[in-house]
Each structure stands twice: as structure tokens, then as C-alpha cells.
């Protein structure tokens, strides 16, 4: 039972380091949560809260991989947008920006949000499965 708690405890942790947000003197907000399951797949999600309307870029750098200039928007009204890189084919057809399986290197991702407000988050550090 003592193992139980203590690899549940383990696991929260490793969650909790595998997720990372910025906040700007604005309060705008950027949630960068990133994973890398072997040679099978990476994903990254980048999710922006409490922004402006507006045009936005989203940028992902892994090590030298990069996919760069994904265009999101943020209607009037509203305050957020969200933005997925995956390699898995069915989150594709779904709608995320294909990755290769191995775009995470070294465990951490980068991402820089351009457009109405500027935001960036450095050295992410990605959920290893």
C-alpha cells in the first residue's frame, strides 16, 4: 500500500513538471504541455488564456526541430485559443500540426507566441513515457 501512494505521489509530480505556465504582466497566459512516448510518438499542446483578440503565430522548437508560424486567431469575445502538435495520425486527422514521432529531444520543448501579444516559454520540460 505504502508503494501505491508513494509512486501515485510520484507520478503527480512528474505531471506537474511536464506542464509549464506563463504568465505576462497583462495577464495573459501560456500553458505549454509536452510528451514523448519512446521512438512512438511526441505531442505538445500550447493553450493561450486571458489574451486579446486578434491573429497569433505559434512556434514549437525541440533541440533543432522546429514547426514554426502555425496561424491561430482569437475572436472578439473571447480570450484563448489552443494549438496541437502531435505525430499520432488520428490527432491529425483531427486537427493538430503533424510532428514527426521524435521531435522532442532532450526532454524539452520551446514555444514562442507571436501576433497582438508576445509570449514565450523556455526549456518546457516534457512527460517521458
Do not use: H, W
Not at 497566459?29 to 493561450?48: F, Q
Not at 483531427?94 to 522532442?104: D, L, Q, R, Y
Amino acid at each position: 500500500m505504502f508503494n501505491k501512494k508513494v509512486l501515485a505521489i510520484l507520478g503527480g509530480a512528474a505531471l506537474l513538471a511536464a506542464e509549464i505556465v506563463v504568465v505576462d504582466a497583462a495577464n495573459a497566459e501560456l500553458r505549454v504541455r509536452c510528451e514523448r512516448r519512446g521512438n512512438a510518438r511526441s505531442r505538445v499542446s500550447v493553450d493561450g488564456n486571458n489574451l486579446r483578440a486578434g491573429n497569433y503565430q505559434v512556434t514549437v522548437t525541440s533541440g533543432s526541430n522546429s514547426v514554426g508560424s502555425v496561424s491561430t486567431s482569437v475572436p472578439a469575445g473571447l480570450d484563448e485559443f489552443e494549438v496541437d502538435f502531435d505525430s499520432n495520425r488520428a490527432d491529425i486527422r483531427a486537427g493538430a500540426t503533424p510532428i514527426a514521432k521524435t521531435f522532442i529531444v532532450d526532454r524539452k520543448v520551446s514555444v514562442q507566441v507571436t501576433g497582438v501579444e508576445t509570449l514565450s516559454a523556455t526549456d518546457v520540460a516534457c512527460r517521458i513515457r
